[in-house]
């Protein structure tokens, strides 16, 4: 029953993380940290989120901008190296309890300031990428940082998803990495189960891809901070 859940699970996590550029760890991690430890939890998340990643890449490949993906990446890649490493040493808590406050207060500002954005710049990008890969490698999620700096460039959505996608192929490939060399294992039943996970995260990006393919481009980046606002909300009152 735990493999159908988490195929379910992943369904709706993916088609989340499709939609807005991330989600899916931010909605897995708590979930199956109810009766996974949080190394073998990370693990099995990032390894579907990957999937994830590819998926978007496949599935907006209208456009990347390359100079953002590595940008992002180079120091994301770095950051969520140190992050990895430091999982049993910093206060998960906290760190989320702080993430958390940062999204509400900048969506908040922005309802006040709509006209307000991130300077689009290289230490936007660079700024990002660290911080987004940081939190990824710490405790799984890192998307909603990305999503705040990335939205200051407003990119057609297409190319904002399918850019997020490919800078978030990179720091998870580096923290899936550093997991198993740390020695983090999954219990063979979970192996088994990416038979199902993996075509279920891509049947909830190829759903999300029919619903952004609707929504208007003036409107993506609300949707986009109604989003970045609930995942704060989560982390501030319900840190992991």
Do not use: C
């Not at 940082?145 to 490939?173: N, S």
């Not at 294992?185 to 996970?197: A, V």
Request: aromatic letters at 14%.
């Amino acid at each position: 029953m735990e493999i159908l859940y988490i195929t379910l699970l992943t369904v709706v996590a993916s088609g989340v993380g499709t939609l807005t550029g991330f989600g899916t760890s931010t909605i897995m991690v708590p979930v199956l940290l109810l009766f996974l430890p949080l190394p073998e939890t990370l693990l099995l998340v990032g390894v579907i989120h990957w999937f994830g990643d590819i998926w978007k890449m496949i599935l907006f490949r209208k456009g990347f901008r390359w100079k953002l993906i590595l940008l992002f990446g180079i120091t994301g890649i770095i950051a969520s190296y140190v992050g990895a490493n430091l999982v049993f040493a910093v206060s998960e808590r906290l760190l989320s309890q702080i993430l958390g406050g940062f999204l509400v207060v900048y969506v908040a500002f922005l309802f006040m300031k709509p006209a307000f954005k991130i300077p689009k710049s290289s230490v936007a990008a660079v700024s990002g990428g660290a911080l987004s890969g940081f939190f990824a490698g710490i405790f799984g999620v890192g998307g909603a940082i990305r999503g705040v700096f990335l939205t200051a460039f407003d990119l057609p959505k297409a190319v904002y998803i399918a850019t997020a996608g490919a800078i978030a192929l990179f720091i998870d490939t580096t923290r899936i990495a550093t997991y198993v060399s740390n020695d983090v294992i999954l219990e063979q039943r979970f192996l088994w189960g990416f038979l199902f996970f993996i075509p279920a995260s891509l049947l909830g990006a190829s759903a999300a891809k029919k619903i952004v393919d609707r929504i208007p481009q003036k409107k993506f980046r609300i949707v986009i901070a109604v989003f970045l606002f609930v995942v704060g909300l989560k982390f501030l009152l319900f840190p992991m």
